[in-house]
């Protein structure tokens, strides 16, 4: 799972470079290439992808052109839509649900040391246990249902959204906190004005985070705990008579959906409230 | 305390002026200390400390790196609890920080989430919008920030956050200014600059200023008072009275005189 976050960083940065932010006065940015570049790699990837199955000669990897043949195919048949709108509905409540339990968590967890002292350690066992190693016990609380990949998803998030709204909180300048005071704010006003802000970046980093483990995880759900949706294609493309084209296929569109799912949710990142956590950390 | 009345133009010492003579801000006997790292022992910060300043009065504490000063400044201004010993402004015992005295920071005290304007209207209570701006823009006017006041700080120079910082501070209407080498962290020319702007505001808004500076010409350029701390013991050493009109020329002899005595006082040879 470490992998992960490292993963979705890379993508900020590529999607950073890629689309040039509308107000870029006075900030050191990087000149902005086009898509031009990400596009050629992509298709020399597609070529040699291409080239290698050609000159391998066997049946262990669909080529590029049976694949988007697959794709056709599921669009055709109506599958693709609707597996889609069925993967990115679990994904929707889960996700929802772990940002809905994971940020006010994390911000009481962040303000009150005890409370934080207390939890942690909890919080850090279980974080490391794979959302994956829940299937059993999700079917057995919610049998084959839309809840048991729900449960499961909002598992994969919560913890990556406590922890990163925890460490927001405790990582709030005393500057911030000692001016906020100086000026006679109520607690409320403070919470409000001072802490709220000053921990968005990093909190919105932790839920892009959690976004693509919920990502990861809605389809490794959906291969043993219910019967649609993308993981579901695949598990069974595979099971009623070994579509490879088809196994492929539904790899692509996952990739695709959680790169589209990123360039969202970054796009939080980009408004100047937010903005100033990734230049001055 | 060694404390002298230096005139500089010649003048009969000037009648007391009653508002002036007024101490705003009183520390007696301030010890400042936190355990060590062996347990029984501790480290002192502040080895009884005894100042005064005269409300309207803009006053400089300097002392070598290390002896406390920045304690002592945010002990006055109630973040940080004293040991033993107290401290009164205007004649009440400080228990914590307070809006009537608006401390700026060294570095990073701006919001950066919030634009130049919403800044400097931070600690505005509740107020008529067209009221609220019109404060709002007199600060930011002041400190010559005007046109950028829909900027954020990550937008500007580290001279013109500290400007910013300065207009939310003054936007609040406190009596003290608490100032920690609010300038330490910019280049020479800025920091030029922004010591002629300060004189200038502190000209027309006179507010008790208590200013915290390594920089013994900075004090010497801004200060009614300049309180002289030494390291060991870190307490006050002397407190030299500047009675002279601003700008100054810190290459007349006069200054020279002075600048040797502060030295010494802070336990060092001139070079």
């Known amino acids: 799972m470490s992998l992960v976050p490292i993963a979705t960083t890379d993508n900020a940065e590529n999607h950073r470079n890629i689309i040039k932010p509308d107000r870029v006065r006075r900030s050191f940015s990087v000149p902005a290439p086009s898509f031009t570049l990400p596009l050629l790699v992509a298709a020399a990837s597609i070529g040699v992808w291409e080239l290698a199955v050609t000159f391998s000669d066997n049946d262990l990897l669909p080529g590029p052109a049976l694949v988007v043949k697959g794709i056709i195919e599921l669009i055709r048949k109506g599958l693709l839509a609707k597996y889609i709108v069925a993967s990115l509905f679990r994904v929707t409540w889960g996700f929802a649900l772990s940002v809905l339990v994971g940020v006010p968590f994390g911000l009481f967890l962040g303000w009150f040391r005890p409370a934080y002292q207390a939890f942690n350690p909890l919080i850090q066992l279980l974080r490391p246990i794979s959302p994956i190693a829940w299937i059993p016990l999700a079917i057995l609380w919610f049998g084959v249902s839309d809840a048991a990949p729900i449960f499961l998803i909002f598992l994969a998030g919560v913890f990556p959204i406590t922890v990163s709204a925890a460490a927001a909180v405790r990582n709030i300048q005393t500057v911030y906190i000692r001016a906020a005071r100086n000026f006679g704010l109520s607690r409320l006003a403070l919470f409000r004005k001072v802490i709220l802000p000053a921990a968005a970046p990093q909190i919105i980093t932790g839920i892009r985070i959690a976004l693509g483990v919920a990502w990861l995880v809605v389809v490794a759900a959906e291969m043993i705990a219910v019967n649609s949706g993308l993981g579901y294609l695949i598990i069974d493309a595979r099971n009623a008579g070994k579509r490879y084209d088809l196994v492929v296929a539904g790899m692509i569109v996952i990739g695709l959906i959680g790169l589209g799912l990123d360039l969202l949710i970054s796009r939080l990142e980009r408004f100047e409230q937010i903005r100033w956590g990734s230049s001055h950390r | ?271």
């Open chain 2, 1 to 271: 305390m060694n404390q002298q009345n230096i005139c500089m133009n010649n003048e009969i010492d000037r009648p007391e002026d009653s508002v002036a003579s007024v101490p705003a801000i009183v520390v007696r006997g301030l010890w400042s200390s936190y355990p060590g790292r062996r347990k029984g022992t501790t480290i002192d910060v502040l080895e009884g400390v005894d100042m005064e300043t005269a409300r309207g009065e803009f006053a400089c504490i300097v002392g070598p790196s290390g002896c406390g000063k920045t304690t002592l400044l945010n002990t006055i201004a109630g973040f940080l609890e004293a040991t033993r010993g107290e401290v009164l402004v205007e004649g009440r015992r400080v228990v914590g920080p307070d809006p009537k005295r608006i401390f700026i920071f060294q570095e990073g005290g701006v919001f950066p989430w919030l634009t130049v304007r919403d800044n400097v209207g931070f600690g505005l209570g509740e107020l008529q919008r067209s009221e609220r701006d019109s404060i709002i823009q007199h600060y930011i006017d002041m400190v010559g920030l005007t046109g950028f006041e829909s900027s954020y700080p990550r937008e500007l120079s580290g001279g013109m956050r500290q400007r910013v910082e300065i207009a939310r501070a003054l936007a609040a209407n406190p009596e003290i200014l608490y100032m920690d080498e609010p300038f330490g962290a910019l280049d020479y020319f800025t920091r030029y600059k922004m010591r002629a702007d300060l004189i200038r505001i502190w000209e027309v808004e006179r507010k008790t200023i208590l200013f915290v500076t390594h920089d013994i010409d900075e004090a010497l350029q801004l200060a009614d008072r300049i309180i002289v701390m030494n390291r060991r013991p870190a307490r006050v050493a002397t407190v030299v009275e500047v009675d002279a009109p601003r700008p100054r020329d810190l290459d007349s002899s006069e200054y020279l005189g002075l600048r040797h005595r502060i030295f010494a006082a802070m336990g060092m040879n001139h070079p």
